[in-house]
């Protein structure tokens, strides 16, 4: 009886071209990408990887741009194409599901995922809300003063309050802290109710995500597959990368170091990966760069999926080891530089021409280059892709419903939290205070502990450049589990807030170093 490829231990199937092509699981953390124009296959691509990896038992992340994803949650349909596509390289098609849990940043289509401000951190915010170099140190000067002062930073209301109490103070914090002009703060504001119309008031808050909810396997040991609804969130397509790179960030920095494992823990798509990089600041690009670069040995493969090779920079680009391209068109100037620059990162294969051959794939067609043995690239093959099992589409509402209401995450997310921080303790602050910057001590019971910006990123970045510190108080932090209980949740945001001025202190200089600062 011939065994099927499908089943050889620590590998993937890809596909077959001369041959049948595999991604090793060894070297699914070396990061990956998977470019081509709409329509020859990505999302096709993507899914069969992802079914690999959670049928190995390796969690998984994607963001669900058109919808197509969902379908990893039900068995496939058995359409003719697909079911031709099996025969073609070899292959019986075989119907199958995956546990899949969706997520939505808006609380809709799955459970909400929130985070506070204090964790996300003045870098990303800044991002976030497209501030200029003045205004963005003024929004570093909010958060230090909200570390000094014990001022939980959770939600957006927070940071209006804060900000509020800057502009009325002004003139004596200037003194300590530097130029707060009023104007800049208004611009700031504006731009927090640019956030707020685009809906991002239903992200910051709590309870805040554990992110050690994405790393599970069902009980047959197969990956969740935790799948972001993201069609709505794309609607403003800078919220949807900064949070997705506030999620590596996260990952970086509460996951230990593995080295490298027999398969990755965690495996993570970031869709659209063009909206991360565009327009982003030196400083973003360098903790970009660096996160990327060492992810990989707490055990995460990153692997970018995009229309055009050229959205992805050179520096992250070559750290992209395991390739899949499909077709690109060549009709302008730029899209033939992208064409070359395509064909130059592969092992050529004397067989054909790269450069040429990627313009001719057809759909379901795709250039793959895996890494091998020492993590050396393969030569480039034209492979057909093998047919995901499961449905290739979009699940129906009363579907997507269901597998919500199944989910053994059900309750701990659903209901927001509202416990005291800027807003409440700066409303209550008497008027013997209000002329003067006064450690607050937060109320009995209140769980409240002093602001910490650790922005993900940001702890990462010490932990990058030896910062000791840093590290000591990123291992120390314990994130508690919460179950189903309301209590518990609080309880885990409140350890996400602790931290030392000290830690805050180094990790402040190591950003304006790379900003110049």
Not at 36 to 51: D, F, R
Request: charged share 20%; glycine share 10%; aromatic share 6%.
């Amino acid at each position: 009886m011939v065994e099927d490829p499908r089943n050889r231990p620590g590998h993937i199937l890809v596909g077959k071209s001369t041959a049948y092509q595999y991604l090793t699981l060894a070297l699914g953390n070396r990061h990956g990408l998977i470019t081509g124009a709409t329509g020859t296959g990505k999302t096709v691509s993507l899914q069969v990887l992802a079914e690999g990896f959670s049928n190995a038992g390796t969690a998984v992340f994607a963001a669900d741009i058109k919808g197509d994803l969902a379908g990893l949650a039900m068995a496939g349909e058995g359409k003719p194409p697909l079911v031709q596509r099996a025969k073609d390289i070899g292959l019986d098609y075989v119907p199958d599901r995956f546990p899949v849990v969706f997520w939505d940043v808006f609380g809709e289509q799955g459970h909400p995922i929130r985070a506070s401000l204090s964790e996300m951190g003045p870098l990303l915010v800044s991002r976030l809300l497209e501030l200029n170099d003045t205004q963005e140190g003024v929004l570093n000067i909010a958060f230090r003063i909200a570390d000094e002062q014990g001022l939980l930073l959770l939600d957006l209301k927070d940071l209006r309050a804060l900000l509020s109490y800057l502009s009325d103070h002004a003139s004596e914090l200037t003194t300590k802290y530097g130029n707060i002009a009023p104007a800049t703060i208004g611009t700031i504001q504006r731009q927090l109710l640019v956030l707020e119309n685009q809906g991002a008031l239903k992200f910051f808050g709590e309870p805040a995500l554990d992110i050690q909810d994405f790393i599970r396997t069902d009980r047959d040991g197969r990956g969740m597959v935790n799948i972001l609804a993201a069609d709505k969130l794309m609607r403003s397509p800078r919220l949807y990368a900064t949070f997705l790179l506030w999620m590596l960030s996260e990952l970086f920095e509460t996951l230990p170091e593995v080295g490298d494992l027999e398969q990755p823990k965690l495996v993570f798509f970031f869709d659209e990966a063009h909206l991360l990089f565009d327009n982003a600041p030196k400083s973003l690009m360098t903790a970009i760069e660096q996160v990327v670069r060492l992810i990989r040995s707490k055990g995460v493969g990153v692997y970018f999926v995009t229309q055009n090779p050229l959205d992805v920079p050179d520096v992250v680009l070559g750290q992209l080891g395991n390739r899949v391209q499909h077709a690109l068109r060549a009709f302008t100037p730029r899209d033939q530089k992208a064409v070359k620059a395509a064909a130059d990162t592969f092992r050529p294969n004397p067989q054909f021409e790269t450069a040429t051959l990627i313009t001719q794939l057809g759909v379901g067609e795709a250039l793959v280059s895996m890494l091998e043995g020492k993590g050396t690239p393969q030569i480039v093959e034209r492979t057909l892709i093998a047919p995901p099992g499961s449905r290739v589409g979009p699940l129906s509402p009363q579907e997507r419903s269901s597998i919500v209401a199944d989910s053994s995450l059900r309750g701990k997310y659903d209901t927001e939290i509202d416990r005291e921080s800027a807003f409440e303790i700066l409303g209550q602050r008497n008027s013997a205070d209000r002329g003067r910057i006064v450690p607050s001590s937060p109320a009995p019971g209140s769980g409240a502990q002093p602001a910490q910006s650790e922005g993900g990123l940001l702890e990462g970045l010490g932990h990058i450049f030896g910062d000791s510190t840093s590290a000591s108080n990123a291992k120390g932090r314990q994130r508690m589990s919460t179950g189903e209980s309301i209590l518990r949740s609080v309880a885990q945001s409140a350890a996400r807030s602790v931290g030392t001025q000290i830690t805050r202190a180094i990790l402040r200089g190591v950003l304006g170093g790379l900003t110049g600062r």
